[in-house]
């Protein structure tokens, strides 16, 4: 029997007023000078400016200050600073670059922001493990760079300029998803430092364990809420020997997502396969001067042992998408034109805000079953028919991971409930068909009200896990539950 959802989201009224009810103290005096001689006097402040720039991250989410920013560049910093937040109940928020879109890291409660941007060392790598032990400010564009003469990559990729902590506090992924997993995939060993301010370690260097618990897989994706990485050994990949990409063109949405399913199913095992809708090409033409036919386009990549491996698998590509009626298929590009597609297609999301300034955006991020996912395309359609919206259609289609776009002008109020009606009837739709309230970007703030209907009885589950952990409640309130 199929299960069905509402788009009316409720919680465990006891499970969820322990932590609506918990109280907080504000940073006095006698906090502020005990905290600051925990570090150097440059690695702390309570600067207006320096508040405004850790209120907000990328999403629409309202700004909310911390009341005082630390930069520790020690894991016994962080241990010595957490144990003094949690004996004085101040909050606790992590952040890495700030580049999330769910409200992930913004202060809620205020408190305390511990920015990891200082604690940015590349601390070993051992390349015949395959391995390399970072500190959690380590941008991962940075770790690539070092590597680059090894012939090894860490493949998750979310786009941004994302830190290793933040991307294992998130589980980030991006467009390589789909064919070499998303950051829990290449987490080995994890430092945290707990609420109590006790440094744990789990995992090994190993390849692979039947021992224990698997804590880390607890701790990815986490949030922040259970605990703060102080470290972190990761698993690396080699460079692929050859890469083919190629663009494959659509007269709708709905048959490019055919064709997405279709390739799947055949067994290509593509590294990217990004489906876009017209209006993310026409201005990915405008921005980067791609040249790009304007309608729906599926961007794709093969890695391989040899070219002509790739050549055979092109050919089959082609072939699905021909019989899906694609109109242009063109193989074979170039490294340097490949590069210049998918850094424009990372550039996406800066391009859309930058050209809507006027414009708050919602990011629609959810999953589904690729079975399901033309199922979710029609939704999508018929949702915004009729409705006058800006939207821009962004997929990492062979996850059957949809994000949508959907803009806003400032001030409009009325539109701004119409928005979130759309997508709450959408991930509702999505949970019907199996999927999830979020494929990558995390619950944050703007995910916590679908928890109950994705999760239903675990739920309290996974709070008595974050009791146990961070009884007092101060890692990151009011995340990831519903309030």
């Not at 005096?29 to 405004?52: C, K, N, P, W, Y």
């Not at 949702?383 to 776009?405: F, K, R």
Request: aromatic residues 8%; negative net charge; proline residues 5%.
């Amino acid at each position: 029997m199929t299960k069905t959802f509402t788009t009316t989201f409720f919680c465990d009224g006891a499970m969820m007023a322990r932590e609506d009810n918990l109280k907080f103290n504000s940073l006095n005096q006698t906090h502020i000078e005990h905290l600051q001689a925990m570090v150097a006097s440059d690695r702390f402040s309570a600067g207006e400016s320096v508040l405004d720039l850790h209120a907000r991250d990328q999403s629409s989410h309202p700004p909310h200050r911390p009341e005082a920013v630390i930069w520790p560049i020690f894991p016994s910093e962080v241990a010595e600073i957490l144990k003094y937040a949690n004996a004085n109940l101040i909050p606790i928020t992590g952040w890495g670059s700030g580049s999330s879109l769910e409200g992930n890291p913004i202060p809620l409660k205020g408190g305390l922001v511990l920015d990891f941007n200082q604690m940015n060392r590349i601390l070993e790598i051992r390349d015949e493990d395959f391995q390399a032990d970072v500190e959690p400010g380590v941008v991962f564009q940075d770790l690539n760079e070092k590597l680059k003469h090894t012939g090894l990559f860490f493949p998750p990729d979310p786009g941004a300029r994302a830190t290793l902590g933040g991307m294992i506090a998130n589980n980030a992924s991006g467009t390589r998803t789909i064919y070499y997993g998303s950051t829990k995939d290449y987490v080995l060993k994890l430092s945290v430092a707990l609420a109590n301010g006790e440094i744990i370690e789990m995992g090994t260097r190993a390849s692979k364990t039947s021992s224990g618990y698997d804590l880390i897989r607890l701790f990815v994706g986490s949030e922040g809420t259970l605990g703060i990485v102080v470290g972190a050994t990761v698993r690396l990949a080699g460079l692929p020997a050859e890469f083919s990409a190629a663009i494959a063109n659509f007269p709708s949405i709905e048959k490019a997502g055919k064709a997405v399913f279709e390739i799947m199913r055949g067994g290509l095992n593509p590294a990217a396969l990004e489906l876009l809708g017209p209006e993310c090409v026409e201005l990915m033409n405008r921005e980067a001067s791609l040249g790009l036919d304007v309608m729906p386009t599926i961007f794709m990549e093969f890695h391989g042992a040899t070219t002509r491996q790739l050549a055979e698998i092109l050919e089959m590509a082609e072939e699905i998408c021909r019989e899906q009626g694609c109109r242009s298929f063109k193989p074979g590009l170039g490294r340097s034109e490949r590069d210049r597609i998918f850094q424009a297609r990372h550039d996406l999301g800066e391009m859309i805000t930058r050209n809507h300034a006027d414009s708050r955006i919602k990011v629609m991020d959810v999953a589904v079953p690729i079975t399901a996912y033309s199922e979710v395309i029609d939704a999508i359609n018929q949702e915004i028919a009729g409705t006058n919206l800006a939207t821009y259609y962004i997929s990492h289609a062979g996850n059957g991971n949809v994000h949508l776009n959907i803009l806003c002008k400032k001030g409009d109020r009325k539109q701004w409930v119409l928005i979130e009606e759309i997508v709450d009837r959408l991930v509702a739709k999505t949970l019907e068909l199996g999927g999830t309230a979020t494929g990558e970007h995390g619950i944050g703030l703007g995910k916590r009200k679908f928890m109950v209907a994705e999760h239903g009885s675990s739920l309290k589950w996974m709070q008595q896990i974050k009791s146990v952990f961070d009884p007092n409640g101060i890692l990151n309130p009011g995340k990831i539950f519903p309030s």
